[in-house]
């Protein structure tokens, strides 16, 4: 087994468990971009479907369960991007080994899942994969905050949404956590905690269910953050792609015109505007650098796993997440106002 050194000479070695999408286009790549990381090993429900991402990306060892990437000795962290219903069972089991966590979102379906987290024991680390915290606009937005120069935050408004066509696609299906909350809620939710670096005291949230599959396809929610601060947010998944986000202080407005996906065509920037009336209103642009977000998330966690650098996100900041979401789909489901 070889010895860990705390340099990016010796990289954190990773297991990747799935051959799912989002490991194939973003986490892989990254990984194998970033001097933290080594993509060591992959596993599948299927040997070939092992063989055949690996041999695409280079990696060494190909395995035909997620069981066996856990096993291996010189595995140290584990990236887990399968359907959000089998996350906690996997994130549990690999932590259970000595392995580091890096989980898609959701971490689990519901925070009494979440809180088994808890028994994890030793130096493991765990960590819910929101990579655009990684992303230099928004730890340049939390200096803004910060700065006091804007004043206290008033209220925060969150879009996100994309067309999704596929009735095959596991988020239509609730038995694999499907539906736009458990999808992109998750970020707005988290978005909200990000600004005011709070918890919401209590929610309100409504819910458009599919007649045919009774996921949520558009949900719209209120967080109340208590000292008469007041965020919002609404996700869906069968409408044009929208994200935005606007922090609104009380001698400014903070405004990200592409919070989660910045692009080419939608670069990363923040618009500040401190005017005090609508008729001075002219916010001034304030570019971001360019930043692969997930590469940045890839890295941090790995220097966290070196010693370079603490966890900025673990296992405590996972479930309050989750206690969030159970209090807004139980406000979905009872149309009232729900306690976090």
Excluded at 10 to 24: C, F, H
Excluded at 52 to 74: C, M, N, Q, T, W
Excluded at 87 to 109: F, N, Y
Aim: with cysteine; hydrophobic share 40%; glycine share 6%.
């Amino acid at each position: 087994m070889v010895n860990p050194t705390n340099n990016p000479a010796n990289p954190v070695r990773w297991g990747i468990i799935s051959t799912a999408g989002i490991a194939r286009s973003k986490l892989v790549p990254a990984m194998q971009a970033s001097p933290w990381c080594e993509v060591l090993a992959v596993g599948s429900r299927s040997l070939d479907g092992a063989q055949a991402f690996a041999k695409e990306f280079d990696i060494p060892r190909a395995y035909g369960s997620y069981e066996a990437v856990l096993d291996d000795p010189d595995v140290e962290a584990v990236y887990i991007p399968l359907p959000n219903h089998l996350h906690i069972d996997i994130a549990l089991a690999a932590a259970a080994r000595g392995k580091h966590v890096l989980c898609e979102k959701p971490i689990a379906m519901t925070g009494a899942q979440a809180e088994k987290l808890r028994d994890v024991e030793g130096n493991v680390l765990v960590s819910e994969a929101f990579m655009v915290r990684h992303h230099p606009q928004w730890e340049a937005l939390r200096e803004q905050l910060r700065s006091g120069k804007h004043g206290p935050v008033r209220t925060a408004q969150a879009m996100l949404s994309f067309m999704l066509d596929d009735p095959s696609n596991f988020r239509f299906n609730t038995d694999f956590g499907g539906g736009a909350m458990y999808d992109l809620g998750c970020y707005a939710t988290m978005t909200t905690r990000y600004v005011f670096e709070s918890e919401p005291v209590r929610v309100f949230c409504a819910m458009s269910l599919d007649p045919e599959n009774d996921t949520d396809y558009l949900s719209s929610a209120i967080l109340d953050y208590g000292e008469g601060r007041l965020a919002s947010f609404t996700v869906g998944i069968k409408m044009s792609a929208a994200q935005r986000l606007q922090v609104v202080c009380e001698k400014s407005m903070l405004d990200l015109p592409a919070p989660y996906v910045p692009t080419p065509g939608a670069p990363a920037k923040i618009l500040i505007d401190s005017h005090t009336g609508l008729d001075d209103f002219a916010p001034i642009s304030h570019p971001m650098p360019e930043a692969a977000q997930y590469e940045c998330e890839a890295t941090n966690f790995a220097k966290a796993v070196r010693g370079e650098k603490p966890l900025a996100f673990g296992i405590d900041d996972a479930i309050r997440q989750m206690r969030v979401l159970d209090a807004l789909f139980a406000s979905a489901k009872s149309g009232t106002w729900q306690s976090v």
